[in-house]
């Protein structure tokens, strides 16, 4: 694990993380670290606590408790549009874009958190899907699409740390293939990236560390280089 080394050159810093929803305590002291410009996955079964953990990253549970450092500054008592405003992007699991509207109109809504949000221009080469669709109201978009539209507004923001959950859920290969360059771009581009993922086979390929969590806890950590030798161990974790 990361706690014994330096960590002046993370983006974010989550230590002893408990969080609850009422009365369910469902995260047991999460710990992990991602250096800027890393991207790293939270793996595990479902209702493991991967998703809740990105959620208590931004203040979206119930009750939480222990540290979370965002660039060097603790957020643990921050409200949640304080926590964006550090640079923080999310993209929930059920995409949460506005299906009324167009795709340009979803485009040009969401509040610059910083001055280096994508240009249209910028989105429109990354996803040229979201160019051919921009007239399309969201209704009408393929679940590729949304969840490109939905990646898309928080790189508006200007968010430099990305939490992204679940982005391959129910799409196609050649969606998924697509995403999956995306990430990667993004990833050299020096945006920080916390991948939560069922399709194993999708953030393997990608990530610099995997942290697998299991009852609201961090039970093991692989780096991309120990991976092939790793594989039993995972797929025990993950029942693959």
């Known amino acids: 694990m990361l706690n014994s080394q330096d960590h002046s050159g993370e983006m974010l810093r989550v230590s002893g993380l408990h969080a ?7 995260l047991h002291g999460i710990d992990f670290g991602v250096r800027r410009g890393e991207l790293i996955t939270l793996l595990g079964r479902n209702g493991a606590g991967r998703s809740t953990t990105l ?5 979206l549970t119930g009750q939480r408790a222990g540290s979370i450092m965002v660039n060097g500054r603790e957020v643990i008592s921050m409200a949640t549009h304080k926590i964006a405003h550090l640079g923080v992007g999310w993209c929930p699991e059920e995409r949460a874009i506005f299906s009324s509207l167009n795709v340009e109109e979803n485009l040009n809504l969401p509040p610059k958190v910083r001055s280096d949000g994508m240009s249209l221009e910028e989105i429109y080469t990354l996803f040229p899907n979201l ?6 109201q969201g209704t009408r978009l ?8 939905a990646m898309a507004r928080i790189l508006r923001t200007g968010a430099r740390l990305l939490l992204l959950d679940e982005i391959t859920e129910g799409l ?5 293939k697509k995403l999956g360059e995306t990430v990667e771009l993004l990833k050299e ?8 993922e069922q399709n194993f086979h999708f953030a393997a390929g990608i990530a610099d560390r995997h942290y697998v969590i299991e009852h609201g806890q961090v039970v093991d950590s692989v780096s991309a280089d120990e991976l092939s030798a790793s594989a039993g161990r995972l797929n025990h974790y993950l029942g693959v």
Request: charged share 20%; hydrophobic share 40%.
């Open 131 to 136: 160019w051919e669709r921009r007239k399309s």
């Open 189 to 196: 581009r020096g945006y920080t990236i916390v991948l939560v």
């Open 172 to 176: 196609a290969p050649v969606i998924v």
């Open 55 to 59: 959620k208590a990253i931004l203040g």
């Open 20 to 26: 609850f929803y009422g009365e369910s305590h469902i």
């Open 142 to 149: 393929s679940g590729g699409e949304q969840q490109m539209l």
